[in-house]
């Protein structure tokens, strides 16, 4: 084995032994090859999130369903069938708009497909996601789709050095996620709670983290 890949082998090891075994880890793999992409395979994460469809497609083509492939990135609706027909869960649906037209190629598709939505924990105006005010009714509109299952949340939050900084957004992502848990919306069902990254995931599992989004810490820094 090269030392590239030794080196990815080594991260998702250290990685794993640090993390409850209940947490899925997860490969943020925009930027990387093929090649790197199969050495997290081989290594046991089965997981793996991108953020644009054009990029994914030739690695989903290769990998195929040896892996689970997550849509983390903004998505744009004219992407919506691709996504739809290449990807196994979407983590940031973000309006009702979007949700119609992901249900319209899922019903066309006849394929169910669970879904995230993408809170703006940090209130960035530059960020996608929704606001943490407008999440009920979102949810309310979602439980009504045949195909869209909502089964969770995801936050990016904001990005800062010292990873402390992120937990408050983390709570206020996980404070959201319990209230949803009882209302008992039909087609809803609060399983996943998707957040932190390289640097802040240790703090995102303490505040109730189940999926983790690794790139740099896996796989190096980004070219
Ligand atoms: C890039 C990315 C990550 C991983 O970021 P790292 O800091 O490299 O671990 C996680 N989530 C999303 C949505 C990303 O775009």
């Not at 690695?59 to 892996?67: D, H, M, S």
């Not at 069938?81 to 019903?107: P, Y």
């Not at 669970?114 to 703006?120: A, G, R, T």
């Not at 996980?174 to 998707?194: D, G, T």
Request: charged share 20%; proline share 4%.
């Amino acid at each position: 084995m090269n030392s590239r890949k030794n080196d990815i082998v080594e991260s998702v090891r250290r990685i794993q032994q640090t993390i409850p075994p209940e947490v899925m880890l997860q490969a943020a793999a925009k930027t990387r090859t093929l090649d790197d992409v199969e050495t997290v395979i081989q290594a046991g994460v089965t997981h793996i999130g991108y953020n644009y469809v054009q990029e994914a497609l030739p690695i989903i083509q290769a990998i195929g369903n040896r892996a689970t492939w997550h849509m983390i990135g903004h998505l744009q609706r004219n992407k919506a069938r691709i996504v739809v027909q290449h990807f196994d869960m979407i983590e940031t649906v973000d309006s009702w708009k979007l949700a119609q037209t992901l249900e319209l190629h899922c019903k066309s598709l006849q394929k169910t497909m669970p879904i995230l939505i993408e809170i703006n924990s940090g209130r960035e105006a530059n960020k996608t996601g929704v606001l943490p005010e407008g999440v009920e009714e979102l949810v309310h509109q979602l439980s009504t789709l045949e195909y869209l299952q909502l089964v969770g949340l995801m936050t990016m939050g904001p990005r800062f050095g010292n990873p402390e900084d992120s937990r408050p957004y983390f709570k206020t992502t996980r404070a959201i996620f319990e209230r949803l848990a009882v209302m008992n919306l039909p087609n809803v069902s609060m399983r996943y709670l998707s957040m932190g990254m390289s640097n802040s995931y240790q703090i995102a599992i303490e505040e109730g983290a189940n999926i983790i989004r690794i790139g740099t810490k896996l796989f190096g820094e980004r070219q």
